[in-house]
């Protein structure tokens, strides 16, 4: 008899066959169906226990990769050749520099601290994290290992760095809250002085030439020798890369250069030169030159 839930005999024999049962014609129906769901289970209890497995050695496997990927990864992060403020390969006198993360930066002596001294920030210029005092005291030393300690064994100066001391410099900080107040005031002066460069483009692309001539005369160029003549008194370094700037930013980049719609491009141009080789009438914003 062959009910919903209980295949042929047929289909019973076939398959306890391909389960590879031996001495199944001698049962009954009834026992060859129980015999076969027996062992279905265990294959499929088997084939379950073997999928664990291999997913457990699996996940171990990226697990111990990871953490050694992750180890290897947090240890190379400081093993730079490069130092990070000059870009030119780390010499023989260095300073190594271990972040709170845990992260190491190694940079030339001498290129910290003459950016230190040069910009009066006592921080690393990757991440802006200040020095303590004892760093910076390190840094007016030249430390190597010797027997596994750190000894001091060379002093800035005797290792061929004419520098300052950077402790002591840092005890005179109103000299650089003065230069700092130098530079501000001489970046306002380039952006002004941007900006009425700016105009003469605007009149150099305008086709209203008699109305630009006028602007020029009377209003942009005297506003640009002004400001201008400020900038080189102060820094004359920076005003000549800054007027460098200008000119290029006047004759437009290679793939687009500007159109002279007025004709006053070549006026603007020697205005520019002139303006460059005139001496400054201004005085200083202090009482010395910006560094």
Not at 48 to 72: D, I, P, Q
Not at 215 to 235: C, G, T
Not at 275 to 286: I, K, L, N, V, W
Request: hydrophobic residues 35%.
């Amino acid at each position: 008899m062959e009910t919903r839930s209980c295949p042929s005999m047929d289909e019973l024999h076939g398959l306890a066959r391909v389960m590879g049962m031996k001495y199944f014609r001698h049962l009954s129906k009834l026992e060859l169906h129980q015999a076969l769901q027996r062992q279905m289970h265990h294959a499929k209890k088997a084939q379950e226990a073997s999928r664990k497995k291999k997913g457990k050695k699996k996940r171990k496997a990226k697990k111990y990769w990871w953490r050694k990927t992750k180890k290897n990864t947090k240890r190379d992060q400081g093993l730079n050749t490069v130092d990070p403020i000059m870009l030119t390969e780390l010499g023989p006198h260095t300073f190594r520099f271990v972040r709170p993360n845990g992260t190491v930066v190694v940079y030339n002596l001498d290129s910290l601290i003459a950016y230190i001294l040069a910009t009066g920030d006592f921080s690393e210029p990757e991440t802006r994290i200040p020095f303590p005092d004892d760093m910076l005291r390190q840094l007016d030393t030249e430390v190597c290992p010797r027997r596994g300690t750190l000894s001091v064994i060379l002093r800035a100066k005797a290792a061929g760095l004419e520098l300052q001391s950077v402790v002591t410099a840092k005890a005179n900080k109103a000299q650089f809250e003065q230069q700092k107040i130098k530079r501000d005031g001489l970046l306002g002066l380039e952006r002004c002085a941007g900006e009425v460069v700016t105009e003469m483009l605007q009149v150099i692309e305008d086709e209203d030439s008699e109305e630009g001539e006028m602007r020029l005369v009377m209003e942009i160029f005297p506003n640009f020798a002004d400001l201008y003549s400020q900038l080189k008194m102060n820094d004359p370094e920076y005003a000549a890369q800054c007027h460098k700037h200008y000119l290029e930013y006047l004759q437009g980049p290679p793939n687009r250069p500007t159109v002279d719609e007025s004709g006053l491009y070549q006026v603007v141009v020697e205005f520019m030169k002139q303006t460059a080789e005139r001496p400054s009438h201004h005085r200083f914003y202090g009482h010395s030159r910006v560094q």
